[in-house]
C-alpha cells in the first residue's frame, strides 16, 4: 500500500512521465514513418503488379491485404519495442494464436490458396466457358475463396477454388474457335460417300457453322449394329458451342431422312452355319401335343 502511495507522489508521477515521454514520442513516430511508407508505396507496388499483368482481386489481395497488413504488423512490433515492450513474448503468444486459427480455417485457407493459383496461372477469366466438376457455363466472378459461374440453364453455381484446382478444367474459350463434333450414326448396307455428301450439305447450312475451317465428316466406329459416323463443324464463339451442336444435329437427321439414308436401331444378326445331326435326331424324338400346345418327349 505503501508503494502505491508513493507512485501517486506527484514528484513520482511527473518523473515517470518525463521518462515515458520519449519512448511514446518514439514509438508515434515510428507508426506515423510506417503510414507514410505505406501511402507512397502502395499506388506504386498497383501500377508494377498491373504491368506484370495481375488480375484486380489479386492486386487487391497483395496490396490492400497481405502488404497492408503486414507493413503495420511491423510498424506496430517497432512501437511496442520502443514503448519497452517485450516484443518477443508477444510474438510467441500471436504464433500460437495464429497456429490455432489456421488449424481451425484450414479449408477456408486452403481455398484461399487455391484462388491464388488460379489468378496467377490464369487457367480461366471471367467470360470463359468452362467445364468442372461436371459442370459447364460461363464464369461470372472468380473470388479468394470461390468460382462462380451461370450454367445454360440460367443456374447459378458456386463452387469451391481448391476443388477447381484438383479437377480437370476444360476452358472452351481459351483459343477462340472451338470444334463441334455430332456423332451420328448409318446403317451397314448404306453408302458412307453418299451419306458424307449428305451430311457436308447440311452442316453448311447450318446457322453459327464456319466456313473455315470447313466441316468434315469421318468415320469414328464401326459399330455392333451401325457404322458411327462424326459431323465435325467449327463455331467462333464458345458461347454457341451447344446451340451449333443441337442445330447440326437436327439438320443432319432431316437431310438423312430427306436422302432415305436409314439410321439403324440396335439389332442382332444370327446366323447358323451347320446344325449337327445329333440335333435333328433329338428333334424328332419331340412329340408336339398340338391341343394343349405343350411338348413332351416320346
Known amino acids: 500500500m505503501s508503494e502505491f502511495l508513493e507512485r501517486l507522489d506527484p514528484a513520482v508521477l511527473t518523473e515517470m512521465v518525463v521518462g515515458f515521454l520519449p519512448k511514446l514520442v518514439a514509438a508515434l513516430l515510428v507508426l506515423v514513418a510506417f503510414w507514410a511508407l505505406l501511402r507512397v508505396t502502395r499506388p506504386t507496388l498497383r501500377r508494377l503488379l498491373r504491368r506484370a499483368d495481375f488480375a484486380d482481386a ?4 497483395l496490396v490492400d491485404n497481405v502488404y497492408r497488413f503486414g507493413l503495420w504488423a511491423v510498424a506496430l512490433v517497432m512501437a511496442l519495442g520502443q ?39 490464369k487457367p480461366f477469366v471471367v467470360g470463359d466457358y468452362i467445364t468442372t466438376q461436371d459442370r459447364y457455363g460461363r464464369v461470372s466472378h472468380i473470388t479468394m475463396r470461390t468460382t462462380r459461374f451461370r450454367t445454360p440453364d440460367n443456374t447459378y453455381v458456386v463452387i469451391p477454388n481448391a476443388q477447381i484446382i484438383e479437377d480437370v478444367l476444360v476452358n ?54 451401325s457404322v458411327n459416323l462424326a459431323v465435325r463443324v467449327w463455331t467462333g464463339l464458345a458461347a454457341d458451342e451447344r446451340a451449333v451442336f443441337f442445330r447440326c444435329l437436327e439438320n443432319c437427321k432431316i437431310a438423312l431422312d430427306e436422302a432415305g439414308i436409314q439410321i439403324p436401331f440396335p439389332h442382332l444378326q444370327l446366323f447358323l452355319d451347320e446344325i449337327k445331326d445329333p440335333v435333328w435326331e433329338r428333334l424328332g424324338e419331340l412329340d408336339i401335343v398340338r391341343g394343349g400346345g405343350e411338348a413332351k418327349a416320346s
Do not use: C, M
Open 83 to 121: 514503448l519497452g515492450v517485450n516484443v518477443a513474448a508477444a510474438l510467441a503468444g500471436l504464433g500460437v494464436a495464429g497456429l490455432a486459427v489456421g488449424f481451425a480455417a484450414q479449408d477456408s485457407l486452403r481455398n484461399t490458396i487455391a484462388g491464388f493459383l488460379i489468378f496467377w496461372d
Open 172 to 225: 472452351h474459350s481459351l483459343h477462340g474457335e472451338t470444334r463441334v463434333q455430332v456423332p451420328l450414326a448409318i446403317a451397314y448396307g448404306a453408302d458412307i460417300r453418299e451419306a458424307r455428301d449428305v451430311l457436308l450439305a447440311a452442316a453448311a447450312e447450318t446457322e453459327g457453322v464456319l466456313e473455315d475451317p470447313a466441316p468434315s465428316v469421318v468415320v469414328k466406329e464401326l459399330g455392333d449394329s
Open 58 to 61: 489479386l492486386i487487391g489481395l
